[in-house]
Structures are given as structure tokens and as C-alpha cells.
């Protein structure tokens, strides 16, 4: 098979020639037909993730057909398309395992980070921890709600659940998770405030044009108060901002795996109970529950399509941010 594989840390990825991996008991070997391209493989390619594994062939968002299934696996068929997803296996027997918190398992492994991922050709996933994705919709459309998408709504559910009520959101940082997540907002009858790098009138407007009602830079307050704000930008800088938009008793969620250092903030702007926490990971029943509304609400992908020996095209141009929507690595 063929890879782009983090050698070092901090390194371009190199494009390789491995042998075909083969499926152990449990597990199934997918033909990659499609692999999004995350912040967090920039997260991990610039070594901002603790205790790096490399080599390491990136990659989370993974499309592919099966076509070879390991020992004990059950439940799907050679040429079934699925989906391979950020958390890639837990250990069901920790304590937060136990109690349903998989997403927060002491011993996981996370897809292009602990384990190959889909930047490749080939790769081979926990059959527990993929997910059917049935045949309507392109490959390279679907990649995104794999990450972006999951932890978009992941993100969404936890905000509900801390701020009560929600009628007014705010996304801080306009990128794959949000231009998904604004889609999934506006059309269960949600009113959304994008919030992009000061100055970036594109990625307002594109905003605007997938249902935000307003849009504005990081550096503006909303014209109303927010009744919860997600953070997707991994900029510390932001906390102070989003806390001061949200209503009392309202909600700022965290939502990246990384984010630089929170600056100090005035024990004002988090009292009257606004309540500042942070996401996870996901769980299985995430992904369920997501790639079943995903396609009930219409949502569409924005997607920018690099061939596989590209990827460190594409990590160059997410780091700028010189496209709207998400990358997408095609073989």
C-alpha cells in the first residue's frame, strides 16, 4: 500500500510504500477512499499532543470498503462502506469505560495518532469502532462528519446540557466543525453567530450563506446575548470573549483536543453561573446518533480535494486557512 507517514515530528509527512496491513481478530481491512484532513492531524504533526507515536500514518475521517475481515468480526460484508472515526478503541474495563464514558477511557487509541490512520491507500480500524455509512452520499463528502462533524455535535449536546435552554449559539473559529454544525443549528430552528479571525469577510459571508444570522470577527461582541458559545479555534484568547457573549447561566464548551493557554479573565465574566467546560473525544453512540440526523437535516459538506501525495499541501493550507469548508485527501 502507500502512506504519507509522520516520520519525525515537526517533519513533512513521506510519501511510503508498505506491505498491505492484515485485520487481526476483531478487526477489518478497509480500501481508503477518502480521508478528511483535521486540525488535529496539525496537532499531532507539530508535536502539541502529548506522548507522540511515530511513525505514525495520520488521518481520522477515514471513508472506505471493507475488504478483508479479521477473525471474531461479525456484522459486516466485504465491500460494505464505513466510516472510521477519531476514537478507535477503548479498553471496556476502565472505570469511565464502565459508566459510559468510553470517550474518556485510560487506556485509548486514537486513529492517526496512537494507531495508522487514513492517510493511505489501506488501513485497518476495531470493527467495534466503525461505522456503517450505507451508499448514499460521495466518499470525499462524507470524510468530514467523521470528526468535524461528531465532535460538532458532541460539542452541541454538551452546551444544551450545561445552558439549558438554547436559542442563540455562537461558533468561535468558522472551520469544518462549524460550517457543519451551523447547518445542524439553523435547521432545528437555532439561531446562529459565527465568529472568524477579525477582518476574514470570506469566511463570513460563508457563514451567512449556510444560516448564520449574524457574523462578525472574534473581536466584536453579538448584538444579543449568547445563550451558549462552542470554541473550535485552539486559541486560549478566545475563552475571555466567549464568556463575556453568553448570557448568565450560559455555557462556553470547548471543543478542540488542543488549545494554546487561557489568558487570566476577570471572576466577573464567569459568575451569575455561565459555566466554562470542555469536550472529549466522542462515543459510539455519538457517531449513531449523528450519521442518522446528519442526512435527515440535508446536511452538505464544503470540500476542498487534494490527491493522497498532497497531504502536506493540504496540512500547509489548513494552517492558513485559505479555504472555507474541509480538506479532503483522495488515493
Known sequence: MHAMVLQKIGAPLEWTVRPD??????QIRLKVSACGV?????????GELPHPHVPIIPGHEIVGRVDLIGPGVSGFEVGER????????TCQACGPCLSGHENLCDHPEFTGYSRDGGYATMTVADARFAF????????AALAPLLCAGLIGWRAF??????????ERIGLFGFGAAAHILAQVAARQGHEVFAFTRPGDRSSQDFARALGAVWAGGSDEAPPEKLDAAII??????????ALRAVRKGGAVVCAGIHMSDIPSFPYSILWEERQLVSVAN??????????RLAPQLGIETTTKIYPLAE???????????TFDGAAVLVP
Not at 315 to 320: E, G, K, Q, S, W
Request: a neutral charge; hydrophobic letters at 40%; glycine letters at 16%.
Open 38 to 46: 483535521c486540525r488535529t492531524d496539525l496537532h499531532v504533526v507539530d
Open 132 to 139: 456503517p455509512l450505507g451508499d448514499k452520499g460521495e466518499d
Open 157 to 166: 449536546k454538551i452546551a444544551g446540557r450545561s445552558a439549558g435552554r438554547i
Open 82 to 89: 464505513v466510516g472510521v472515526p477519531w476514537l478507535g478503541h
Open 21 to 26: 496491513p492484515l485485520p487481526g481478530p476483531g
Open 282 to 291: 466522542l462515543t459510539r453512540r455519538d457517531g449513531v446518533e449523528f450519521l
Open 232 to 241: 473550535f479555534a485552539p486559541v486560549g484568547a478566545l475563552v475571555p470573549p
Open 311 to 321: 497531504a502536506n499541501a493540504a496540512l500547509a493550507d489548513l494552517r492558513a486557512g
